[in-house]
C-alpha cells in the first residue's frame, strides 16, 4: 500500500516516542502514513517480543497508520549488511513514500545511529536501477526514492534542523506511548508493575518527554513540538513559511 509519509524505527516504540506527534499532524492534513520497525524490541529489560508486537499494533491502530510492518532483525546485533538493506529497500518500493523518518543520528542506545545509517543508505539505493527486489506477487519492483529523509530526535537533546508543531496532538501521543503498557506503565499499579524498573518505565520518564516537546517548542513559538534532523538543508519558496 502506497503512503505519503513511511516512519520507520528500530525499536516498536521508537516511532511513538519521538515523532508520533507529527504524524498525527499530518493525518489529520490528509497524508497517509505506514509504520515500519526493524526489530521487535526482544532484548528489552521487561515485556517480550510477543507482548511488544502486541502492544506496537495497537498503537498503529489507534494512530490511524495504514500498515505496521516488523523485518524482524535482531535487537542489538542488527547488522550493517546487504541482507537488511534489501529488506528496507523492498519496504520502501513497495509503499513508495515521499517522506522517510528514522532514527536519530546519534543516540544513548547504539541501535539507534546505526538503523539511521542503514535506513539512510537503504533510501539511496533503493532508487538504483541495478539493485533488483522482488514484491510479494515476485515481480519485480520499481526503483523508489523518497523525496526526503528526516531523523528524529531521540534521548539525547541534538540540535534540530527544524521543529514540527504537536501542541495539539500532545495528549493523544502520550495516549500512543502507553500502548506500550510493559515498557511505560511501571509507575501504575498493573499488570506489568512487578517488573523489573528501568530508566524509562517510571512517571519521571513521561515527565521528561512532555518537557523535551516543551523545550523543543519553545524557540520556535509552540507549546510542544518534535524535532528533526536532515542530511542536506531544505529550501523554502516563502521566507514566510518559516515560524
Sequence with gaps: MKVDILAIGVHPDDVELSSSGTLLRHIDLGYTV??????????????????????????????????????????????????????????????????????????????HGRAAKLVSDACFYSGLMKIETLGEDGKPQERWRPKA?????????????????ISPYLTKKMELIRCFASQFDDH???????????????????????????????EAGFEFAEGFEVSRYPGVEDLFDLK
Excluded: W
Design 149 to 165: 529523509l528526516y531523523h528524529y530526535i531521540q534521548d539525547q537533546n541534538r540540535k534540530p534542523d527544524f521543529v514540527v508543531d
Design 34 to 111: 505506514g509504520l515500519l520497525d526493524l526489530t521487535r524490541g526482544e532484548l528489552g529489560t521487561r515485556g517480550s517480543a510477543e507482548i511488544r508486537t502486541v502492544e506496537a499494533a495497537a498503537s498503529a491502530k489507534k494512530m490511524g497508520a495504514k500498515f505496521r510492518i516488523n523485518l524482524d532483525m535482531p535487537d542489538g546485533f542488527m547488522q550493517y549488511e546487504e541482507a537488511n538493506l534489501r529488506k528496507i529497500i523492498g519496504v520502501i518500493r513497495s509503499c513508495q513514500p515521499g517522506i522517510v523518518l528514522a532514527n536519530a543520528l546519534g543516540d544513548r542506545h547504539p541501535d
Design 188 to 218: 501504575k499499579e498493573g499488570k506489568y508493575s512487578k517488573e523489573a524498573k528501568t530508566p524509562i518505565s517510571g512517571a519521571d520518564f513521561m515527565a521528561f518527554i512532555q518537557a523535551k516537546g516543551r523545550s523543543l517548542g519553545r
